[in-house]
């Protein structure tokens, strides 16, 4: 077939707009994802949507009677295994989503497998990882798969260890070609070291750490010292009022591996509980500012909330009591 030259590039132009579009909606979770963007690479931060994924974390921590009144979405909830971790699954058939949150610590089970520091290389992400959440994470996956559709983008989030198992089973959703549209954390542990991150740094991750939250530095290392745990994803710390900071994520993982040793004098084990991140977040849904890491000190206030030995006890992170 002949044509002139000008048609002809006109119609080559075309393909190739044509080709890179249809590229670009591959890197694309959903057109939701687009519209409902968390956070940017200079450090904006939507949040708005960031207490929209803490309010799930927290509803993780109730009834399933409860949680099944919370959003007509709300499509299934689970105790899978022996490692007493909730998980629910919403689904917004509309937008093409489904949201899967985590419980964190809330029962003696659940502090077994935070103990459980030992590094495992995990067969599906072939990382790294520490064990007390893989074996969670394993038996969540087990049981959730049968509930999504591989046509539907996937959010997950949770607190704590549930922000661990999330980050995991994100990494095995990945693994199985589902399309991650985010993971937001609040509180988390570390569960991979820094050659986990190189393999799955460019899944779109946010950690929200509270200012004063120590469980964001451990666990340090593997059972034994042998391996230096370290942090996936951007970083945001929220401060008092309206103010936050931000880490890129080359930045958040450097911090993570040195962490323990710079701040942990500096943090508490109350100020992990997930209505203190709700409160701190509902705080710049008006005004929020963001102030460079390093000055982060000149924002923080220090709270009293109670001895902190009591609090494993208790095991319910859920409770600002």
Not at 55 to 81: E, F, H, M
Request: net charge negative.
């Amino acid at each position: 077939m002949t044509c002139g030259m000008r048609p002809c590039l006109a119609a080559g132009k075309m393909m190739l707009g044509a080709l890179a579009l249809a590229l670009t909606l591959l890197h694309l979770p959903s057109a939701y994802a687009e519209e409902h963007q968390l956070y940017t690479s200079s450090g904006e931060i939507d949040f708005e949507e960031v207490y929209y994924f803490a309010q799930r974390a927290s509803n993780a921590y109730k009834a399933d009677a409860a949680i099944n009144t919370l959003d007509p979405g709300v499509s299934w909830i689970a105790t899978p295994g022996t490692t007493d971790v909730l998980y629910f699954i919403e689904h917004d058939h509309d937008s093409r989503i489904h949201t899967i949150s985590v419980r964190g610590t809330a029962s003696k089970a659940n502090w077994s497998l935070d103990e459980d520091t030992a590094g495992i290389v995990d067969a599906k992400a072939h990382i790294l990882v520490h064990r007390g959440f893989q074996s969670a994470a394993k038996m969540l996956y087990a049981d959730l798969k049968q509930h999504l559709n591989r046509d539907y983008s996937v959010y997950l989030t949770g607190h704590s260890l549930g922000g661990a198992v999330a980050g995991l089973l994100a990494l095995y959703l990945h693994e199985d070609g589902y399309k991650i549209a985010g993971v937001v954390t609040f509180g988390q542990p570390k569960f991979t070291n820094e050659a986990g991150i190189a393999e799955y740094g460019h899944l779109p991750y946010l950690r929200v750490v509270d200012q004063n939250d120590i469980v964001p530095m451990l666990p340090d290392t593997t059972k034994g010292g042998q391996v230096k745990f370290a942090h996936l994803g951007t970083e945001v710390t929220i401060l008092s009022g309206p103010y936050y900071a931000f880490l890129a994520p080359s930045e958040a993982t450097k911090l993570s591996l040195e962490s323990f040793e710079h701040d942990a004098v500096l943090s508490s084990v109350p100020d992990h509980k997930i209505d203190w991140y709700l409160a701190n977040i509902k705080d710049k849904l008006q005004r929020a500012q963001r102030v460079d890491y390093a000055d982060r000190e000149t924002y923080v206030v220090r709270h009293t909330r109670g001895p902190e030995q009591q609090l494993q006890q208790k095991t319910n992170f859920n409770s600002q009591q």
